[in-house]
């Protein structure tokens, strides 16, 4: 059964689709079977990985507001293993379009009924806004990895986002999880990163991953070469500590599956 994992928080550059792209790559070196649905009109998961939206036959916008199957809008990446439904800039219209709909919040996880026993891991990518597609995103899933920039202002946008999370499972999803807090562009030298892991750590201790995710300027290029870091500099800090999560993802669910 496949395991479906939102990527979420409603700061913007924080890192979620830096994670989202290098987490999936990660995941299906280690040999699963993985899906991206780039959930953001960005469409930055999408181009990240050199895929043209021009050339996909059908993006989750189809999906979402013409009813168009999952299975079939996936389009092959440059890992093996590695499938991805992209996004367009229309996405950004279908909030819109999905509010008139029945059952609009559960759209998305209707879409994924026929298919997430496909995939060991379904990660989607989710825009920075807690809009329609968002919360369509969090009602689909089993769990949310946030991303958190060490820095400052990191920790106020947490307890708007943990709010959102605490009514979807109230109201929509009583199973949703927290898989964990991802300390993104860390940068050890900084007294102040260290201050903002320790602080995380202290508010809520195992749900931080152990996995910290350095800045790192092969990270910041790979896109731009249409390529996963694993695939563009797989010796970079960047590449390695997206390995290192998904085996800390990996072994946590073989705990929890025994």
């Not at 499938?83 to 229309?90: C, E, F, K, M, V």
């Not at 059952?103 to 879409?111: G, K, P």
């Not at 997430?116 to 009602?139: E, F, M, Q, R």
């Not at 946590?252 to 025994?258: C, L, P, Y």
Request: hydrophobic share 40%.
């Amino acid at each position: 059964m496949g395991k479906i994992i939102a990527i979420a928080n409603q700061k913007g550059g924080v890192g979620k689709t830096t994670t989202t792209i290098n987490l999936a790559a990660s995941l299906a070196k280690e040999g699963k079977k993985v899906l991206i649905i780039d959930a953001d009109p960005q469409a930055n998961a999408t181009s990240g990985y050199g895929i043209d939206p021009r050339s996909m036959s059908s993006s989750i916008y189809e999906c979402l507001v013409d009813g168009y199957p999952l299975d079939g809008s996936q389009v092959n990446t440059c890992i093996e293993g590695l499938q991805l439904i992209g996004s367009r800039i229309d996405l950004a219209g279908a909030e819109l379009e999905l509010v008139n709909k029945p059952q609009r919040e559960r759209v998305l996880a209707n879409l994924l009924e026929p298919i997430k026993d496909k995939y060991d891991y379904i990660l989607i990518d989710c825009s920075p806004s807690l809009g329609l597609i968002t919360v369509n995103a969090l009602t689909a899933a089993n769990s949310v990895i946030i991303p958190v920039q060490a820095e400052y202002f990191a920790l106020e946008g947490i307890t708007k986002l943990l709010n959102t999370i605490r009514i979807i499972k109230g109201r929509l999803n009583t199973s949703l999880e927290i898989e964990g807090f991802l300390l993104t562009m860390y940068d050890a030298r900084l007294r102040l990163a260290n201050q903002i892991y320790e602080e995380l750590k202290g508010h809520f201790g195992d749900m931080v991953f152990d996995t910290v995710i350095p800045r790192n300027i092969r990270l910041s290029e790979a896109p731009s070469h249409g390529l996963p870091v694993i695939l563009y500099d797989s010796e970079s800090r960047g590449a390695t500590s997206h390995v290192l999560l998904a085996k800390e993802i990996i072994t946590k669910h073989k705990k929890a599956t025994h």
